[in-house]
């Protein structure tokens, strides 16, 4: 049986769900159908229980450098002679003797090896040049099997799919081309790019051919359904997303070729390619993630242009890949009315190569003038909504007073000892998280395994121990959630937990880091002084690493010990006020005093930075659901909001942006829209 290598840092301390909670169905994981990946194998390490620090650019210089080793730098990795190919093999991808096509990725130290494909950590990569293993050496590339069901899937399907323009029905393939936005793209772009048709699923299917173009490897199908006067797409792949690493366009690029465009979707690059004669790639998903997988692939391109959508989190998505990219080789085309999406902009009738010229560089100095800011000034002032960032499905309330959810902002939520912090917490973050917000959990007091099981049973609404059967409905499709955990458990240094919350936003992606809780980071210091002092120190690490990787930090903070019958105020949360200051939201679950049934608590928002409306609303716990939301036919009531001096403020809010004071009165609606979950709905 092919073994996974998992060894190296991040895989210990940083793990998507699927291999902490799910357990292996004694599969291989990495399902890809055509030739096999091939894998650097070693002995499997046993999993450390202090994790290793994570390797540094510098570190891995010093490394090749004592050890003889020449290289490259490069934009995002190190290039090195392979120890995986024999010399004079054939050339790579990039036509690069393949003696030098060992790529290293300078954050994580991942190599990946253009010619055999071989992949691996730093450690591996360590343990190879030191002759650890040695007498393995032979054996150490493994094919990893792919999964056979998949690349007999895939097979099937490309082999059922049929070019557009070989349809029997001219209807059928005009009907296809309009629900795809096709009518502009030729028959001669769809061939270079070899899109087919699959006509029972009314869908395209997009290949991921292997690098040289010979097998298949995967496959996107997309499906087009009209909604009114709008159309939705449906994305399915094979493999599941999680591995499906297809840059598609790859094929087409010339090893020559300095420049590309980057796009988000398989059918921008399809109009761009053909109206602007440019190199381009798609992503595999879109502006959820760049994998850094894919970083070796991009390396030969000086320039970069990423035009990703017309929203303002494609613009989001941009900036941050241009930060993996480099960014002094990346411009960044801004969303506009004038500069829709490619697609768009090919059936509008607009010059794309004029909006390519219009990219801006992503590369900013520390200091800027409002000329360089004020057309991202003016960016957030016409899309106001998504400013505000993404909306609660199942919290209304929350949107009303914080209006969403924003990147680079710090959460601090505290509440009452066993209120259900943990509890609303996690389905705070499940409601994002199922909106393709990539999460990740650092859950200090309970386990995982626990965690995963109360956000399961809130993701599906129900108790699941009664009904087993519809387990892996359920967990099949949490498992595609952008959801990963951190495997730390008790106490842990401010430093560790920061480093892998850097690293997750490197790999992952990550926009929402959940700190459950910060007591868990204090140390043993007994006197209290020693203890402020220490959780000041953390609360400001915390905040700048919200700023500096553009990334939600959600923080919960144990109150300091009140009356029983008090309610808490910000200023009960444990501490100096540093938390609170630091802080641009400021949560509160209550259960005190205002309880007027059982299982019913209160969320207090009691500091917002982004608008200043704060105020309180009622939640209902489901003990069977284990959820906080607002369940269906429920009336909204008004509330009151107390302030921390525990009077009732009458003036209510003018819902009015910007300086509302704090602890205004805030009057919530009628119109609740309660989460219905609808388990035909894509999850993201
Ligand atoms: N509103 C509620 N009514 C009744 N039980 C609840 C309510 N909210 C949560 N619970 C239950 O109370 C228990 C403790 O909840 P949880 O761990 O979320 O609290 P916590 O505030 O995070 O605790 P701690 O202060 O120890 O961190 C859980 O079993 C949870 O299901």
């Known amino acids: 049986m092919w073994v996974l290598l998992r060894g190296g840092y991040p895989l210990r301390i940083l793990l998507p769900l699927r291999e902490e909670w799910m357990g292996r169905r004694g599969l291989p994981r990495s399902l890809v159908p055509g030739p096999p990946r091939r894998r650097y194998r070693k002995e499997a390490l046993p999993a450390l229980e202090v994790p290793v620090l994570p390797v540094t650019a510098t570190e891995i210089r010093q490394y ?23 010399a004079l093999q054939l050339k790579d991808q990039t036509g690069a003797p393949a003696s030098f096509s060992l790529f290293i990725d300078k954050t994580t130290g991942r190599f990946l090896c253009m010619t055999s494909l071989a992949e691996g950590s730093w450690e591996d990569f360590q343990a190879s040049v030191e002759g650890r293993g040695e007498g393995a050496r032979e054996g150490v590339l493994l094919g990893e099997a792919p999964e056979a069901e998949d690349s007999e899937e895939v097979r099937r399907i490309w082999d059922r799919a049929i070019p557009l323009w070989e349809l029997p029905e001219p209807e059928e393939a005009q009907l296809a081309r309009v629900m795809f936005g096709l009518t502009k793209v030729t028959d001669d772009t769809l061939r270079r790019f070899i899109v087919r048709y699959l006509r029972p699923a009314r869908s395209l299917v997009f290949p991921w051919l292997s690098p040289g173009g010979l097998g298949l490897r995967g496959l996107k199908l997309l499906s087009a359904e009209g909604q009114g006067d709008e159309v939705h797409y449906k994305e399915t792949t094979i493999p599941r997303p999680g591995v499906y690493h297809n840059l598609f366009g790859l094929p087409l690029i010339s090893r020559r070729d300095v420049e590309v465009v980057l796009t988000s979707r398989e059918l921008d690059s399809l109009a761009l390619n053909q109206s602007t004669g440019l190199p381009t790639l798609a992503l595999p998903r879109g502006t959820a993630c760049l994998p850094p997988a894919l970083l070796p692939y991009l390396e030969q391109f000086r320039r970069i242009v990423l035009w990703l959508g017309d929203d303002l989190r494609s613009w989001e998505a941009a900036k941050l890949f241009a930060r993996k990219l480099n960014p002094k080789r990346c411009s960044l085309v801004r969303p506009g009315d004038q500069q829709p999406r490619p697609l768009e902009a090919l059936n509008r009738g607009l010059n794309l190569s004029r909006i390519l010229r219009t990219a801006l560089p992503a590369w900013h100095k520390s200091i800027v003038s409002f000329r360089q800011l004020r057309e991202e000034v003016l960016g957030e002032l016409s899309n106001v909504e998504q400013a505000a960032g993404i ?21 601090v939520f505290t509440g009452p000892t066993g209120s259900g912090k943990t509890t609303f917490i996690s389905e705070y973050a499940l409601d994002l998280c199922t909106q393709g917000v990539n999460t990740l959990w650092g859950s200090f007091e309970i386990s995982n395994v626990r965690l995963a099981r109360v956000m399961l049973t809130q993701f599906a609404v129900g108790r699941l121990e009664e009904q087993l059967d519809k387990y892996d409905e359920w967990a099949d ?41 910060l007591q868990f980071m204090m140390g043993h210091e007994q006197l209290s002084t020693d203890r402020i002092a220490a959780q000041d120190y953390i609360v400001g690490a915390f905040r700048k690493f919200a700023t500096d990787n553009s990334c939600h930090v959600t923080l919960v903070i144990h109150p300091r010990k009140e009356d029983d019958d008090k309610e808490l105020q910000t200023a009960s949360i444990f501490g100096s006020a540093k938390a609170s200051q630091e802080a641009d939201n400021v949560l509160i679950l209550q259960d005190r005093k205002l309880v007027t049934g059982p299982g019913k608590r209160y969320l207090q928002v009691s500091k917002n930075r982004f608008d200043g409306d704060v105020g309180v609303f009622p939640l209902e716990f489901n003990k069977s659901s284990l959820t906080f939301s607002i369940p269906p036919k429920s009336k909204a009531r008004l509330k009151k909001v107390k302030d921390d001096n525990g009077l009732v403020t009458k003036k209510p809010s003018s819902g009015k942006k910007g300086a509302v004071p704090q602890n205004s009165e805030t009057c919530l609606g009628q119109a609740h829209h309660p989460y219905q979950p609808n388990p035909s709905k894509p999850s993201r």
């Open 477 to 517: 499709r949490f498992e595609d959630l952008p959801l990963y955990f951190m495997t730390f458990h008790g106490q842990q240094s401010i430093r560790t937990v920061i480093d892998t919350m850097q690293h997750a936003v490197y790999v992952y992606d990550i926009c929402h880091v959940v700190i459950d809780n």
């Open 64 to 86: 090749l450098r004592a050890h003889g080793i020449p290289f490259q730098d490069g934009h995002s990795c190190l290039r090195a002679p392979s120890p995986f190919v024999k």
């Open 391 to 411: 909306r609660w499905n199942r919290f209304p309330d929350l949107n009303r007073l914080l209006k969403g959810h924003r990147k680079g902002e710090l959460t």
